[in-house]
């Protein structure tokens, strides 16, 4: 089964630095994959934030975190990152790691594959 393990979320001041990471197993390739990382704040939608597609490693980002947020995938160890930098209060959010069929627009409905969060809190 595949199993998607967050952590490194953590209450911090505004502006400071985060990452993420998310540990993959079960899968052995990612042919055709996106991973990407979404969040959820407290009585809104989950967004997508960021998502890198397999096949030729181009990241995805939202609106609200382009510039500052920057996905990346350790092949080699499994392991999917969020490098979170000049953070704000409005990224306050349940944070969660994902793995779907298609990246472009970040569509929760793509992905089949969720971990169980890891909670971000900006002060």
């Known amino acids: 089964d595949v199993q998607l393990v967050e952590s490194g979320g953590e209450s911090v001041q505004e502006g400071a630095s985060l990452k993420l990471s998310c540990a993959v197993s079960?899968?052995?390739?990612?042919?055709?994959?996106?991973m990407a990382w979404f969040r959820q704040a407290e009585g809104k939608e989950r967004e997508g934030v960021a998502g890198?597609?397999?096949?030729?490693?181009?990241?995805f980002y939202g609106a609200s975190v382009k510039g500052r947020f920057t996905i990346r995938h350790d092949v080699a160890k499994h392991m999917l990152y969020l490098e979170m930098n000049g953070r704000k209060f409005d990224d306050t959010a349940m944070y969660y790691c994902?793995?779907?069929?298609?990246?472009?627009?970040?569509?929760?409905?793509?992905?089949?594959?969720w971990g169980q969060g890891t909670q971000v809190t900006v002060s």
């Open positions: 994902a793995i779907g069929y298609e990246c472009p627009g970040l569509d929760r409905d793509n992905f089949g594959y």
């Open positions: 079960g899968l052995t390739t990612y042919p055709e994959n996106c």
């Open positions: 890198i597609a397999e096949r030729d490693g181009s990241a």
